[in-house]
């Protein structure tokens, strides 16, 4: 039956439908019905829409008893404006005429234009009295000038030398923090009996009894920690890495008090100007690399040795 109607459509209804078919992989059959279901639903809302327009004067109806109430609301409130403006009329109306006076304001008034006048003549008397006062300003500014300079510069010198300490002090610290680390890796070795250990970071044997900083003699990589050999035939491992630091709290927070002080009192004080000849930490030279010990020279060649 669907092939007879499909049969007896029009050539163009005919391709349309088979070339839809066709692009959505369908046979033309379900196209043809997919159409004429979307034909009953148009034809079903247009009933409906023309239903709703017998309703259109039943609701012009209701629109205009909406305007009419309204109307009324809007004539209340004009009604209660123009009252309002009456009663505004009449309350401007019983106010004092223009050309009434104030007795007690002109006394007032008086006595504060006195008050000026004698507030003019202290300032009169001030001006004179700094005048008079600052006659050497020229001679006091250059004194300031010049004790101002001679601070600045003492503070210069105070800020050098706290920097210098400070340095100092950083490299005392980093010596005692290698020495400790070093004492602790001899330390763990006379424990364990080990003469020599395998560098975890490159695999060289190291003697320890040669070691004279917790660093590789072959890669300069420090050690941290020392294990013992896990067997007879075993090898000891220098466990490489940044020991913990040694620095206390209050060293830190007695570091940072100077650091804030400088900082405060002292801005632009150690970035001088070049003309001055000062040099900052910025400008120093990098400290050269430190010459290789005689012990770390024996340690390094008896691996090679050993190997």
């Given at each position: 039956m669907q092939g007879e109607d499909r049969a007896s459509l029009p050539d163009d209804l005919r391709t349309w439908v088979e070339a839809r078919a066709d692009e959505e992989g369908v046979d033309p059959e379900t196209v043809l019905a997919r159409a004429l279901g979307t034909y009953r639903l148009a034809v079903s809302d247009a009933g409906e829409s023309l239903d709703g327009d017998a309703t259109v004067p039943e609701r012009l109806d209701g629109v205009e008893g909406r305007v009419e109430a309204l109307e009324g609301e809007l004539d209340e409130k004009i009604s209660d404006v123009r009252t309002r403006v009456v009663q505004v009329k009449r309350e401007t109306d019983e106010k004092a005429p223009r050309d009434h006076a104030h007795p007690e304001l002109d006394a007032e008034l008086d006595r504060l234009a006195d008050d000026?006048?004698?507030?003019?003549?202290?300032?009169?008397?001030?001006?004179?009295?700094?005048?008079?006062?600052?006659?050497?300003?020229?001679?006091?500014?250059?004194?300031?000038?010049?004790?101002?300079?001679?601070?600045?510069?003492?503070?210069?010198?105070?800020?050098?030398?706290?920097?210098?300490?400070?340095?100092?002090?950083?490299?005392?610290?980093?010596a005692e923090r290698e020495r400790t680390a070093l004492s602790e890796l001899l330390r763990t070795a006379n424990a364990t009996g080990e003469k020599k250990a395998r560098c975890e970071d490159c695999g060289e044997t190291v003697h320890l009894d040669l070691l004279a900083e917790p660093r590789c003699p072959s890669c300069r990589t420090p050690f941290r920690d020392l294990s013992s050999s896990p067997g007879f035939f075993g090898s000891a491992t220098l466990h490489t890495g940044r020991p913990p630091a040694l620095e206390s709290a209050d060293s830190a927070r007695a570091t940072d008090a100077v650091e804030d002080l400088l900082d405060e009192a002292l801005t632009g004080v150690v970035d001088d100007d070049p003309a001055t000849g000062d040099v900052t930490d910025r400008d120093r030279p990098a400290a050269p690399r430190e010459e290789e010990s005689p012990q770390q020279g024996a340690a390094a060649g008896s691996e090679h040795g050993d190997d």
């Open positions: 000026v006048h004698a507030t003019r003549n202290r300032m009169a008397d001030l001006d004179e009295r700094v005048d008079a006062g600052f006659e050497n300003f020229e001679e006091i500014l250059t004194y300031l000038d010049e004790t101002t300079a001679t601070v600045d510069e003492n503070l210069r010198t105070v800020a050098r030398t706290l920097l210098d300490l400070r340095a100092r002090a950083a490299d005392l610290e980093a």
